[in-house]
């Protein structure tokens, strides 16, 4: 059974930091992209960042230089560190896992950055 956990979500003021945390297992982790997305209020699920397996990464434009996307393949975990919050960060955060156009999803935490 895949699971996917994601944690390390929840209100921070504007300008502030989270981290947030995605436990994977029943999947051979080191095998699959991770990706984080979110989802705002009303809007579309959108691409935050990806790590492939070996670590080379991919993010939203619009984002790059404040979040930073890891994973730890020994510990089946993977990151993304979100810096320099701003109020339209808020959404609900998704941790995935993508291999050969099969994607499990999580439950997803919730970020809310208050103004």
């Known amino acids: 059974q895949v699971q996917l956990v994601e944690s390390g979500g929840g209100l921070v003021q504007a300008g502030g930091s989270l981290r947030l945390s995605c436990a994977a297992s029943?999947?051979?982790?080191?095998?699959?992209?991770m990706s984080w997305y979110r989802q705002a209020p009303g809007k579309q699920r959108e691409l935050v960042a990806a790590?492939?397996?070996?670590?080379?990464?991919n993010y939203a434009d619009s984002l790059k230089g404040r979040f930073t996307i890891s994973r730890d393949n020994a510990k089946n975990m993977v990151y993304l560190q979100m810096n320099s919050l701003k109020p339209e960060d808020t959404g609900v955060y998704y941790c995935a896992a993508d291999r050969l156009g099969t994607i499990f999803w999580g439950q997803g935490t919730q970020v809310t950055v208050s103004s």
């Open positions: 790590i492939t397996s070996s670590g080379g990464t």
């Open positions: 029943g999947i051979t982790f080191r095998l699959y992209i």
